[in-house]
């Protein structure tokens, strides 16, 4: 089995590779601490899974879950992040993940995750499958964030920490201008007025830790 492990802490990467040598025997692994590094381990050869984490330098998870997609529709992507459900869970299915597990779960179900994407399935837990259930229950209208862009979704999570807009464009290598531009759809999206708002909102959809 060839896996492609892409996560920015070694620790995590060397235990999942002992996790699926130990339950599938022989297996060959590529690495990779950024998104750059994982889209260029991508190609190096075909690849029969990829697990991807969603807090990255350089793009984050969900954006190279796209770019992965495009190119390689077929192999499955599973996400294994720190993030809870609440947040991502919903945004990575729709961009194609194959499942969604946060870091907190057992080695038994990774493996159980595994098998069920190797074998074209999706893998979602059985709290997020009854979300979605009542979700498909309740009326058609979508929550004020799905209504935002991956990146737009990922810079109002940060807004929501209380981090200044400066620092916001520190970390994801963007001007502060279009920063700043992102913030403004946030807000014509969403409907709200200024930050304080926005991270009321965060908070009481649990969207922030």
């Given at each position: ?5 892409a ?7 060397r ?37 991807l ?60 995750a ?8 999706r ?14 229950a ?19 999570r ?29 807000l ?22």
């Open positions: 089995m060839r896996v492609l492990i996560d920015d802490h070694a620790v995590v990467r235990g999942l590779k002992e996790i699926l040598t130990d339950e599938f025997g022989r297996c060959t692994f590529g690495e990779a601490k950024t998104s750059q590094e994982a889209f260029i381990q991508a190609q190096k050869q075909d690849w029969d899974l990829v697990i984490d969603i807090a990255m330098p350089g793009k984050s998870g969900l954006e190279l879950l796209g770019d992965l997609k495009q190119i390689w529709p077929h192999v499955p992507v599973l996400i294994l992040s720190v993030y809870s459900e609440e947040q991502f869970a919903r945004r990575a299915l729709k961009g194609g993940a194959a499942g969604y597990l946060t870091k907190e779960s057992v080695p038994e179900e990774l493996v159980k595994v098998r069920k994407v190797l074998g074209g399935g893998y979602i837990s059985t709290s997020l499958a009854e979300k979605l259930a009542w979700d498909l309740a009326s058609g209208d979508k929550p004020l964030h799905e209504l935002l862009s991956d990146r737009e979704f990922q810079v109002f940060m807004i929501a920490s209380g981090k200044a807009v400066k620092e916001i464009a520190n970390e994801l290598a963007l001007s502060v201008k279009t920063v700043s531009t992102y913030r403004g759809r946030i014509d999206k969403t409907g709200m007025r200024n930050n304080a708002e926005l991270i009321r909102y965060a908070v009481q959809n649990h969207l922030v830790e």
